[in-house]
């Protein structure tokens, strides 16, 4: 190599070198966004998973603070929990089954997105409607799971008299 073309070849390798250290930048601000967001998704499902554990937890708890105050086989009482469980077994039902439908538009909008100009704001748009179809499928159970927590309070009151 001449003395001519040496600073020729270092400033290509500086260019090259350059080129590729800039490329890699975003690759790992990329990475580390992608590992920042499955982080959150997995706190999000941990703490789900708590609240429903919590929810179970307090539930047992309720039916035996009950059985302390009525005994274990009281008729009347095993009558109230038979017949609330029945009761709001359908609302809830509904209810779930109306979210797995939410969620299954809400992949397959989201799937669809990818063919789009706007991929991210798509997506998000997408999820917020997911979110918001959820959220009326509790609304729309709620009236009916009121409904059968007030018979079960009025049952139970009955059962205390």
């Given at each position: 190599m001449t003395?001519?073309t040496q600073?020729?070849a270092?400033l290509?390798?500086l260019?090259?070198l350059?080129?590729v250290?800039?490329g890699?930048?975003?690759?790992?601000a990329?990475a580390a966004?992608t590992s920042?967001v499955?982080c959150?998704?997995d706190?999000r499902?941990?703490r789900?998973?708590c609240?429903r554990?919590a929810?179970?937890h307090?539930?047992e708890?309720?039916?035996?603070?009950?059985?302390?105050?009525?005994?274990g086989?009281n008729?009347?009482?095993q009558?109230?929990?038979?017949?609330?469980e029945?009761?709001?077994e359908?609302?809830?039902?509904?209810r779930?089954?109306?979210?797995?439908?939410?969620?299954?538009?809400?992949?397959?909008?989201v799937?669809?997105?990818?063919?789009k100009?706007d991929?991210q704001?798509?997506?998000?748009e997408?999820k917020?409607?997911?979110?918001e179809?959820?959220q009326?499928?509790?609304?729309?159970?709620?009236?009916?799971?009121?409904?059968c927590?007030q018979?079960?309070?009025d049952c139970l009151?009955?059962?205390a008299?």
């Amino acid at each position: 190599m001449t003395r001519s073309t040496q600073p020729d070849a270092i400033l290509r390798a500086l260019a090259v070198l350059l080129l590729v250290t800039a490329g890699a930048a975003p690759r790992g601000a990329a990475a580390a966004d992608t590992s920042r967001v499955m982080c959150l998704k997995d706190a999000r499902i941990a703490r789900n998973t708590c609240m429903r554990d919590a929810t179970v937890h307090c539930d047992e708890a309720f039916k035996g603070d009950l059985g302390t105050c009525f005994g274990g086989e009281n008729v009347c009482l095993q009558g109230c929990i038979r017949d609330h469980e029945r009761c709001i077994e359908e609302p809830l039902s509904k209810r779930e089954g109306c979210r797995i439908a939410c969620a299954a538009d809400q992949k397959v909008t989201v799937q669809a997105c990818k063919s789009k100009t706007d991929m991210q704001a798509c997506q998000q748009e997408a999820k917020q409607k997911g979110a918001e179809c959820k959220q009326r499928c509790a609304n729309d159970a709620n009236p009916a799971r009121q409904r059968c927590t007030q018979t079960f309070n009025d049952c139970l009151n009955a059962c205390a008299r």
